[in-house]
């Protein structure tokens, strides 16, 4: 596999902006560790999370915005704006619009249906008076409105029984602008829930996000996908990002980076957070232990992962992920003969037929 640098593998940073809210690390911070990012080559991306009530934090499109003030070379995002479909249309299509202003065309959306269950999913929708149908709805419909202003610069309104393209401006740098869909089923979803996740990703996305599951569940979803675009006549090629999000915290002492990564997941309101789900889903201990973890995301098939640091001192974290452990990845990835995504193309990820019974 070649190196990010020649386009086949990026990595981002997610910047945990709801250790915020839980105390452990200040706004400060975060958009130091934001400019950080951008003055190494190490980094690709960086990311912010996002909700509104359901997990507190850091509001993301104000993070964006300071981020884009102390950056000028590494792509933004929200990952994943849970909170889209929460939001009126035309008031979210503006703040994309301006932010893409800002960053001077370096940013991308990843739209997020957001949780439909738990306590938090539950004060959320009862403070915006919104049932989740109704939430997915509106997401889609941000997305859709979205990409027609980004293409048209204009938004098309109806007065009366007159429909009326209405300009934006300042509009969109980016044009059409890139928004990826969040998909996320759990390794053992029902073929039914993992079929409707991702054809929401084949119908309105640029690119794919989903978090941690195994590289052979990963390639599966890769090929469902495949199927799913060319129905849609779109292709499953480089243009197309598959970003795969992963929780890390990197220490040669492996007992005291997982108690750490737990603390914090308990501290963000992550209550069931166990060494033993993370063992299944995060890249902690030594750098050589988080690499074995990672490596294999890239060749199932992804092409971009966002790491997310778990840990009360994120600031040693981003230190140890720009001088350890990301350059041992890409050392790593540039030794290895992929599987999934050679120069060749993605000849793997053909469309195929489905199989003949649903797994589930």
């Not at 969040?182 to 079929?195: E, G, R």
Request: hydrophobic share 45%; proline share 6%.
């Amino acid at each position: 596999m070649t190196p990010a640098r020649s386009g086949s593998a990026e990595v981002g940073i997610v910047l945990p902006n709801s250790g915020v809210a839980a105390g452990y690390v200040t706004a400060d911070t975060l958009v130091s560790l934001a400019a950080l990012a951008d003055s190494t080559d190490v980094w690709d991306y960086v990311w912010v999370g996002d909700s509104l009530i359901s997990v507190p934090r850091l509001e993301s499109v104000v993070l964006l915005s300071a981020c884009a003030a102390r950056t000028k070379r590494v792509r933004l995002g929200a990952a994943c704006q849970a909170s889209l479909g929460l939001r009126e249309p035309v008031l979210a299509t503006l703040q994309w619009a301006s932010l893409d202003v800002l960053s001077k065309g370096r940013m991308t959306l990843v739209a997020c249906t957001g949780p439909s269950r738990g306590d938090g999913a539950a004060r959320e929708r009862s403070v915006f008076r919104l049932h989740h149908a109704e939430r997915v709805r509106r997401m889609e419909a941000c997305v859709e409105l979205i990409r027609q202003a980004s293409s048209e610069g204009a938004l098309l309104t109806s007065v009366g029984d007159h429909p009326e393209l209405v300009p934006i401006s300042p509009g969109f740098v980016q044009r059409p602008f890139p928004v990826w869909i969040t998909a996320n089923p759990s390794p053992t979803a029902a073929h039914a829930v993992v079929t409707r996740g991702l054809e929401r990703v084949a119908a309105l996305g640029d690119g794919w996000m989903t978090f941690a599951v195994p590289p052979a569940v990963l390639s599966e979803r890769i090929r469902m996908l495949g199927v799913m675009l060319s129905a849609r006549d779109r292709q499953l090629d480089r243009g197309f990002p598959i970003c795969v999000y992963v929780d890390v915290n990197v220490s040669e002492n492996e007992p005291q980076a997982m108690d750490d990564a737990v603390a914090t997941c308990r501290l963000e309101g992550r209550r069931n957070a166990t060494a033993e789900s993370l063992n299944q889903t995060a890249a902690v201990g030594s750098v050589s232990r988080c690499v074995e973890f990672l490596a294999p995301l890239f060749e199932a098939g992804a092409t971009s992962l966002a790491l997310r640091p778990v840990s009360r001192d994120p600031v040693r974290q981003m230190e140890a992920l720009t001088a350890e452990l990301v350059p041992s990845l890409r050392a790593a990835l540039s030794g290895r003969t992929t599987s999934a995504r050679g120069d060749e193309g993605r000849d793997h990820l053909a469309p195929q037929a489905p199989p003949a019974t649903a797994s589930s």
